[in-house]
């Protein structure tokens, strides 16, 4: 399509005459161009720059993205406080029962509550809208790890303390050497007796147990046979147990044995058969417990196989000053 021409009507010539524009002018309509258009980008960015920010789609996913981490820490940050109730219940009944009960040192709060020293473990995470709530999420969950690392080491160590206790347990003499049933009488406690050969007052280590040569001996917790042999004098055919712990056990006077030295036994095993070999006034059991090294009353370690009110007989016929057998 052409270009439109404009005449004006001439009055001197009394003619029309063609309308050409003025290079001036439009150079004028381009600069007022320009001009307004700078106007409206300047008036474009002041506004956006004083509205809401435009959202676009992508910036939408990224929002939603932000307001779901913030609530998966939020979840995550509830579970801790739930594992914090249970670590402080576990650490006290640790510290409080456990190791009471193994007679073994608690472990001091300052050590189980230890901070990170030294660099600043986190400084990864600063610099972010959200490095606040990182960081003390992350700092939270270190320590409980950390907690977790010393408490999983405590009970460890109670395991092993446990086992140990185990061991103690079957190790102690705990019953009676010789059965109820098989007994004629219980002959002589622990204590100051009558010597039956020199008829002097001396002290008596053990206990004499009154039966019929050939009566079943039982090992009264379990050890290992350290003697099996008649070497000591006055004890005449003797087994000795070392059960560990410090405990030892003595079988003295016996007929024959049935273990050698060296040999394991439980408690409860046959070890040997009554008689009256050595110093022996009658066919009878002279029976000792020794820790470290020193006698103590067998009296003491019957829990394992006899009631109250056999334990309260035999305790009254033990403590009679009367003739020892040995």
Known sequence: MSKKVKYYYDTESLAYKKISPKKGRKFGYAALFLLSSALFGFLCFVILLNTPYFETPKDRLQAREIENMKLRYEILNKKMDQLDEVLVNLEERDNNLYRVYFNSSPIPTEQRKAG???VNRYKELEGYDNSELVINTTKRLDMISKQLAIQSKSLDEILILAKGKEKLLAAIPAIQPVKNEDLKQMASGFGYRNDPFTKIRKFHYGMDFSAKTGTPVYASGDGVIYK????MSGYGNLIVIKHGFGYETYYAHLSKYKVKAGQKIKRGDIIGFVGSTGRSEAPHLHYEVHKDGEPINPINFYYGSISAEE?????????QENQALD
């Open 311 to 319: 334990y309260i007989a035999i305790s009254k016929l033990a403590n």
């Open 116 to 118: 990170f020293g030294g």
């Open 228 to 231: 099996a042999d008649n070497s």
